[in-house]
Structure formats: C-alpha cells, structure tokens
C-alpha cells in the first residue's frame, strides 16, 4: 500500500505506509517457517496472544515486544520500526531528526525507535512516552533480558521494582538497571511524561569482555 503526501512546495511524493507490528511478526514468522505454536513455544506467548496481535487485534505490551525480539533472535527495532528495511551492510551512522520519530503504541507506553536505519545495533534507543499511571498491581511489573537506562526529558516518573524502593525521577534526572529485575515506570506527571530509552539485548552482550565484566557487577552482593 502506499500513500501519497503534498510537498510544502506543493509538489507530490509517495512513501510507503508503516507496517503495523502485526503484520511484520507474521512476515518474520511466515520467512521462517514457523507456526503460531512454533512462535509461542521461542517467546512464552500463548498462540492465542500471537494470532490476536499478528490480526493487530491486540496491541503487544513492551515486554511482549522484548519477548518476541528475544524468542526469533531479531532486534526490538525490527519489530517496532515503521517502514524496516533489513540491511545486507550495516552503515555506522544513522541520524533521526526530531520531526521523523513515529510513534508505536502499547497500554502503557508509546514507542517511537531511534535510528531504525541502523541495523545490527548493540543497543535500541527508544523515545517512550509513559502513559501508565497509579494504582499499578505486581502483575504490571515485567523482567526481561538485557540492561536498559533511562533519561527522563519531560515530566516525572516513578520507577517501581522488586528489589529498591520507589525512586522518582524528574526532567534531567536518569537511571541504569538490569532488565531481569522485575520493574515498571509510571508518569506521576499531569500529562505523559516522556523518556529516553536505550536497552542493550543481552544477546549483543555476549562476548564482549567489557560487558560481561558489567554484568559479573551488577551480579555482586554488596
């Protein structure tokens, strides 16, 4: 499908329309040769879940996401950008201007990928904007792999684990954190807050000497 756009100078250009995150987890599947169960069976998603989500039925959660990307071995980008084109050749450089983020949505955050363009990337830088709000129960706490910082650039947020007490952030304010420790984030903010996102997959980790000396850190007692 494509759409048509009007230029400021009035000239005409087209551009393909953005495919919705169901439709590109059906085509990675369907690459693959991979059943729903298949899938479900990698990511630790009911079928059910999967098909909802393929039919764009459902919109996937974040850790949903995090799931998937980790159960069929891509990247978190692959998924949630909006016109991906897989790279033969990685360039090393990729720029997203301000005007040129486009927005994933999920119940508790909105997504808009960073340098989509740029594949093989050791880490996903996301802009979020967090929509979760109070009373949160445990069940919205997610774990997953990898390590995620976090650098707040509107708003407040609360940052919820298992393991540390509350900690509110404010604008300019940022934390680091394993992923497999049960957490969540909240806008405690009138309006949504919004946050800079960088999760590095702990497939990119393995073998890299520096990143393992970090996890072997975060895995020691005090």
């Given at each position: 499908?494509v759409k048509?756009k009007?230029k400021?100078?009035?000239?005409?250009?087209?551009?393909s329309a953005?495919v919705e995150?169901?439709?590109?987890?059906?085509?990675?599947r369907?690459?693959?040769g991979?059943?729903?169960?298949?899938?479900a069976?990698?990511?630790?998603?009911?079928s059910?879940?999967?098909?909802?989500?393929?039919?764009?039925?459902?919109?996937p959660t974040?850790?949903?996401?995090?799931k998937?990307?980790?159960?069929?071995?891509?990247?978190l980008?692959?998924?949630v950008a909006?016109?991906?084109?897989?790279?033969?050749?990685?360039?090393?450089?990729?720029v997203t201007?301000?005007?040129?983020?486009?927005?994933?949505?999920?119940p508790?955050?909105?997504?808009?990928p960073?340098?989509?363009d740029?594949?093989q990337?050791?880490m996903t830088?996301l802009?979020?904007?967090?929509?979760a709000?109070y009373?949160?129960?445990?069940?919205?706490?997610?774990?997953?792999?990898?390590?995620?910082?976090?650098?707040v650039?509107k708003g407040?947020?609360?940052?919820?684990?298992?393991?540390?007490?509350?900690?509110?952030?404010k604008?300019?304010?940022?934390?680091?954190?394993?992923s497999r420790?049960h957490?969540t984030?909240?806008?405690?903010?009138?309006r949504?807050a919004?946050i800079?996102?960088?999760?590095l997959?702990?497939?990119?980790?393995?073998?890299s000497?520096?990143?393992?000396f970090?996890?072997?850190?975060?895995?020691?007692?005090p």
């Amino acid at each position: 499908m494509v759409k048509v756009k009007e230029k400021k100078s009035g000239a005409v250009e087209s551009y393909s329309a953005p495919v919705e995150i169901g439709d590109r987890l059906r085509e990675i599947r369907r690459d693959r040769g991979l059943t729903l169960m298949e899938v479900a069976e990698k990511t630790g998603i009911s079928s059910s879940a999967l098909s909802k989500i393929e039919n764009n039925k459902m919109s996937p959660t974040f850790a949903n996401l995090i799931k998937i990307a980790e159960g069929l071995q891509i990247s978190l980008t692959e998924l949630v950008a909006t016109n991906y084109e897989k790279q033969m050749n990685s360039a090393r450089l990729a720029v997203t201007r301000a005007d040129e983020v486009e927005y994933r949505e999920t119940p508790s955050y909105d997504m808009g990928p960073l340098c989509a363009d740029l594949t093989q990337k050791s880490m996903t830088p996301l802009i979020e904007r967090v929509k979760a709000r109070y009373p949160v129960s445990d069940e919205s706490k997610v774990s997953h792999g990898g390590e995620e910082f976090v650098y707040v650039l509107k708003g407040e947020v609360d940052v919820l684990t298992d393991c540390y007490a509350p900690v509110r952030l404010k604008a300019g304010d940022s934390t680091y954190l394993d992923s497999r420790m049960h957490h969540t984030y909240v806008s405690v903010s009138r309006r949504d807050a919004e946050i800079l996102m960088i999760w590095l997959n702990p497939q990119e980790q393995s073998g890299s000497k520096n990143l393992e000396f970090a996890e072997a850190l975060l895995n020691e007692k005090p």
